[in-house]
């Protein structure tokens, strides 16, 4: 079965970096419709990168210029570098996959991993 799990979170000063990791597993991996999202407490979950069907990258505004997506799709692995950090960027960091076909994306994630905490102090 579809399987992802996140490591690298932890607690930083703000301007520091993570690079947050998730291992997929139970799917052929191609890097295609794979993202990165977040939820911090009392909030709404909201995307902050992904990969789109055709292998471009998106970001939220809200990082653009400190976060970037990555991936070693060799090894199923999809990373998300995060530098300057912030005290907002404190939150819970989910990898999700959605379905992948003919070079688009389904409309929806449906796959997602447990999560990783990321705490940023001022």
């Known amino acids: 079965q579809v399987r992802l799990v996140e490591s690298g979170g932890g607690s930083v000063q703000a301007g520091g970096s993570l690079r947050l990791s998730c291992e997929a597993s139970?799917?052929?991996?191609?890097?295609?419709?794979m993202g990165w999202f977040r939820q911090a407490p009392g909030k709404e979950r909201e995307a902050v990168a992904a990969f789109s069907g055709d292998g471009s990258t998106s970001y939220a505004d809200s990082v653009k210029g400190r976060f970037t997506i990555s991936q070693v799709i060799a090894k199923n692995i999809l990373y998300l570098q995060m530098n300057s950090l912030k005290p907002e960027d404190s939150a819970m960091y989910y990898c999700?996959?959605?379905?992948?076909?003919?070079?688009?994306?389904?409309?929806?994630?449906?796959?997602w991993g447990q999560g990783t905490q990321v705490t940023v102090s001022s």
């Open positions: 999700a996959k959605r379905s992948y076909a003919w070079g688009s994306c389904g409309r929806d994630y449906n796959y």
């Open positions: 139970g799917f052929y991996y191609n890097g295609r419709c």
